[in-house]
């Protein structure tokens, strides 16, 4: 399968074309990363109230086994301190869902954003040059085959300008009925030009 045509000026403008594509990729990939830090920003304070939701919860298991030590009451006054040590790892768990559910809507925005513009253009990319590439093996499989050539010959006189017709011969139909290989020869050339390939010599 030939990924670009062999004249020089139309492989030179496949070849930019390309790398516009890849360059267009690139940007939006760009684009939708910053749009993910963007977004990602809300969860700002899911990391304080993890720090604080440790720091209580540290804190209040500290006391709860302090105070447990104490003679009598000890163990009645063991139970808030527990509770507020709960209430740090409850403190830990929203944080942590806080976080998630940002990053969540921030991959889907980031992707929605970039993806959008880069599935498009790779999509109209990916048809102009498929289509070539399939049009070139139709017409280039079997390029020193006489009736090919004579197949190519025809589509020049159907597709091509008179005036460039009569450039390769004063009556191009009637040297092509006569089977004139170098008339021939170069209709199919004329033909395979338009699409930016060259016949073997």
Request: aromatic letters at 4%.
């Amino acid at each position: 399968m030939r990924w670009y045509a062999s004249a020089p000026a139309r492989r030179t403008r496949q070849i930019v074309a390309d790398a516009l594509v890849l360059a267009w990729v690139i940007a939006w990939v760009l684009v939708g990363r910053w749009v993910f830090d963007l977004v990602m920003a809300l969860a700002t304070p899911a990391g304080p109230l993890r720090s604080a939701g440790t720091g209580l919860e540290s804190r209040m298991t500290e006391i709860a086994g302090r105070v447990t030590q104490i003679p009598l009451v000890g163990d009645e006054l063991d139970t808030p301190f527990a509770g507020a040590a709960g209430v740090g790892t409850d403190l830990v768990a929203a944080g942590d869902r806080l976080e998630a559910a940002v990053r969540t809507v921030a991959q889907v925005v980031s992707l929605l954003t970039a993806g959008t513009p880069i599935l498009l253009v790779v999509l109209l990319w990916a048809v102009v040059r498929v289509s070539w590439m399939l049009r070139v093996r139709r017409m280039g499989r079997q390029l020193e085959d006489p009736r090919t050539q004579e197949l190519l010959a025809l589509r020049a006189l159907v597709h091509q300008p008179p005036r460039r017709l009569q450039e390769l011969h004063a009556d191009p139909v009637a040297a092509w009925r006569s089977g004139e290989p170098s008339t021939v020869r170069a209709l199919a050339d004329l033909e395979l030009a338009a699409l930016g390939v060259r016949s073997r010599q």
